[in-house]
């Protein structure tokens, strides 16, 4: 009888450990992100602004979140193809809808934004090109954009000849130094960070921002088709992390610490 009895309370134990293994892997979501810094937001060890809410966000549901960093593109190919849960962060189009799913639906509810940031354009020094934050001037070639980014769709829309065949922002630059370029659309933590290093000397940025814009959580269509309460809850819950008192008073210390730079 005790041999059952101890038989029966492994049996008990390791069916609770198989339970609680598959609760947690239940509540694991994958997220991918590029592998770049993008300050203030991220930073490759897991810094950053982007974390710093996303884990909140965790931390009040109780489930658990897998960051990889991988190249833009190939997150957004994963994320199409169901390998991995989310993507963050990005901004909104028609296009992506194909990709992933994000709160709001077809059209993007803006209350539920991880953050606000924008694109700038720059120039070498010296050069013609310009924009006053309605039309373009004196382009006399491509404007630069790395791969796979959002403001490609901006500018052929503004009538640019758009080069895409750059992964980073010192590429660009490198490009627009050698003259192979007429100008480079750049996120604003990008522009910042060139114009605070080596090259900051043969650039300069146009005063008027580009375009800006807000970034979102996208969910997979599978984890959203799958637990379609859990995804809400995620969205909904960005939000109120964002409006909380905690998030805004880092995003202001963040931002007064980086010179307000977004």
Same mark, same amino acid.
């Given at each position: 009888?005790?041999?059952?009895?101890?038989?029966?309370?492994?049996?008990?134990?390791?069916?609770?450990?198989?339970?609680?293994?598959?609760?947690?892997?239940?509540?694991?979501?994958?997220?991918?992100?590029?592998?770049?810094?993008?300050? $203030?937001?991220?930073?490759?060890?897991?810094?950053?602004?982007?974390?710093?809410?996303?884990?909140?966000?965790?931390?009040?549901?109780?489930?658990?979140?897998?960051?990889?960093?991988?190249?833009?593109?190939?997150?957004?190919?994963?994320?199409?193809?169901?390998?991995?849960?989310?993507?963050?962060?990005?901004?909104?189009?028609?296009?992506?809808?194909?990709?992933?799913?994000?709160?709001?639906?077809?059209?993007?509810?803006?209350?539920?934004?991880?953050?606000?940031?924008?694109?700038?354009?720059?120039?070498?020094?010296?050069?013609?090109?310009?924009?006053?934050?309605?039309?373009?001037?004196?382009?006399?070639?491509?404007?630069?954009?790395?791969?796979?980014?959002?403001?490609?769709?901006?500018?052929?829309?503004?009538?640019?000849?758009?080069?895409?065949?750059?992964?980073?922002?010192?590429?660009?630059?490198?490009?627009?130094?050698?003259?192979?370029?007429?100008?480079?659309?750049?996120?604003?933590?990008?522009?910042?960070?060139?114009?605070?290093?080596?090259?900051?000397?043969?650039?300069?940025?146009? $005063?008027?921002?580009?375009?800006?814009?807000?970034?979102?959580?996208?969910?997979?269509?599978?984890?959203?088709?799958?637990?379609?309460?859990?995804?809400?809850?995620?969205?909904?819950?960005?939000?109120?992390?964002?409006?909380? $008192?905690?998030?805004?008073?880092?995003?202001?210390?963040?931002?007064?610490?980086?010179?307000?730079?977004?």
């Amino acid at each position: 009888m005790r041999t059952m009895r101890g038989l029966f309370r492994f049996g008990l134990a390791a069916c609770c450990a198989l339970a609680c293994l598959q609760a947690r892997a239940a509540d694991t979501i994958t997220l991918c992100f590029e592998r770049q810094e993008v300050l $203030p937001w991220r930073t490759l060890d897991g810094g950053g602004l982007n974390f710093a809410m996303l884990n909140e966000v965790a931390q009040r549901l109780h489930i658990h979140f897998d960051y990889q960093s991988m190249p833009w593109k190939r997150c957004l190919e994963q994320v199409k193809a169901n390998q991995v849960g989310g993507v963050f962060a990005l901004s909104f189009s028609q296009e992506r809808l194909a990709l992933g799913a994000y709160p709001g639906g077809s059209v993007a509810d803006v209350g539920k934004r991880m953050h606000v940031d924008r694109y700038v354009l720059l120039r070498k020094k010296g050069a013609r090109i310009g924009w006053d934050g309605k039309a373009f001037s004196q382009v006399d070639g491509a404007v630069g954009i790395q791969l796979g980014y959002s403001v490609g769709d901006f500018l052929r829309a503004q009538g640019v000849a758009v080069d895409e065949g750059s992964q980073r922002a010192n590429e660009l630059a490198q490009k627009l130094i050698a003259g192979r370029l007429a100008g480079a659309a750049l996120g604003g933590a990008d522009a910042w960070r060139l114009m605070h290093g080596p090259l900051a000397p043969q650039l300069e940025v146009l $005063p008027a921002a580009l375009v800006e814009k807000p970034y979102y959580l996208m969910l997979s269509h599978a984890l959203v088709a799958a637990k379609p309460q859990l995804a809400e809850r995620i969205w909904k819950t960005i939000e109120e992390v964002r409006n909380s $008192p905690a998030y805004k008073k880092l995003l202001l210390q963040q931002q007064g610490a980086d010179g307000g730079r977004h």
